[in-house]
């Protein structure tokens, strides 16, 4: 029997004593309870302090507490529409309802929907939307069915990029983390080197010269009737939001024309306006064959994911059988939540107002520069962007180096540990603060934002060197 109950008997019996009503709300039991029985993602499990928080609005988090924290990471990049938008949770419980799940071999009029909106905003004939259930299966999908529709087995992809956990997703990025089970990496994916200009070396006009050789290079050394697809994130998110090189995607889409290579664009994280666009290649000015998709197709309102697929392939499976499959695939309370998701970014004209506010950031971190000797490079497309803080602007030398151990990240702990004490949440990971907010942000919120990053800032100030 719960606390309540026996609060509310023992109340009835003797009316006169005064019974506590225990709201089990305490923040360290909560916090702790976490700690006992559930593992963490991409963390040590011991000496960590986690942000217990029980409520959410707009882009703020509060623990229980009543501290506020402003979100600067949209939770990991994905609640672009920002916290406890009562739309969702509306066209939820009436979809839930109707009818709460069907097999996928069965239709809802919410599934037939969404599918017609995303081909609506979709450039091109992409226009068959196949829904999965995060990021990784829409990445593993996409893998799978470039093999099966070309008929080849090689997948091309960048290092520094990331595309999710799973076995297959993650052989096919190049982050660090899949290093520990390298030993067992899923076979036939290659990663090629991409340069960036803030470390180019050889003057801007010989970057994507450079760039596009190498990439030529390495599709020749594995054979173009080999490679059934390249893969590329719409914009870098997690990496550094490294910047391709001006004209590198519209490079990648001829060659992949050029030898029968789908180009697969995983817009999981730089996806559904996060960029200023509805998608992170459209500032590129292409049309990809896939566009893998998650994240802010429902904010992580609900978890969910759509591989969209051109009208080309998909002819394909008309007479033949489609070798792909999820028991929750179109999920009709997740079709929901993604349906009033895109409204949401039509009626409150978020794609617009990430535009202006990305330029804004843009404007106040250069002002930041000039104040924090720290601070090497900032790189951003709409409100998908990062700090880079450095050692020493001359050298370059990042705080805190690529894939950094534990003793390498001294000074970047403390400044988290600051950027959280003064109220923000936001990722950092290795030199990189990123600076993310969900699109519904204001001026003022950024002004908020920054003033706390740069007074974290300050403590990596002192370690610098001219």
Known sequence: MDTKTLSKLSESDNPSVPVPIFSGEDSEAIIQNNLDHTLFSWSKQKGIAPIAVKHAEGVYLYDYDGKRYIDFSSGLMNVNIGHGNQR????????MQEVSYVTPSCVTKVRGELGKKLAAICPGDLNKAFFT???????????????????RHK????????????YGAMSASGDPRRLPMDG??????????????????YGE??????????????????????????????ESGSSGCLQYPVGYLKAV??????????????????????????????????????????????????PFGCLMVSDKIAAKYDDTVLSLGLTYSAHPVSCAAALETLKIYEDDGLIENCAVM?????????????????????RNTGLLGCIELV????????????????????????????????????????????????????????????????????????????
């Open 133 to 151: 259930l995060c990021g990784a299966t829409s990445i593993e999908n996409g893998i799978k069915l470039a093999r099966l529709y070309t008929g």
């Open 391 to 466: 050692k020493n602007r001359k050298t370059k030398e990042p705080m805190a180096p690529f894939n950094a151990r534990p003793d390498e990240m001294t000074v970047m702990n403390k400044v988290a540990a600051k950027i959280k004490e003064l109220g923000m949440y936001t990722f950092v990971r290795w030199s990189y603060i990123f600076i993310a907010p969900p699109l519904i942000v204001t001026k003022e919120q950024i002004d908020e934002g920054l003033k706390i990053i740069s007074e974290a800032i300050l403590i990596a100030d002192k370690e610098t060197t001219s």
């Open 155 to 166: 997948i091309l992809s960048r290092y520094q990029s990331y595309h999710g956990a799973s």
């Open 184 to 201: 067992q990496q899923s076979p036939n994916f290659v990663h090629f080197d991409l340069p960036y200009l803030y470390r180019w070396e």
């Open 88 to 95: 969702i949770t509306d066209a939820v419980v009436k979809q």
């Open 253 to 302: 889409r001829e060659i992949c024309n050029r030898h029968g290579i789908l180009l697969i664009m995983d817009e999981v994280m730089s996806g559904f306006g996060r960029t200023g666009k509805w998608f992170g290649f459209e500032n590129h000015g292409i049309v990809p064959d896939m566009i893998a998709m998650a994240k802010g197709l429902t904010c992580g309102y609900l």
């Open 205 to 234: 006009e010989n970057l994507l010269k450079e760039s596009v050789a190498g990439l030529e290079r390495v599709i020749a050394y594995e054979g173009p009737g080999n490679i059934a697809a390249i893969l590329l994130e719409g």
């Open 358 to 378: 990305g330029q804004y950031v843009n404007e106040e971190v250069e002002k930041l520069k000039q104040k924090h000797p720290s601070i090497g490079d900032f």
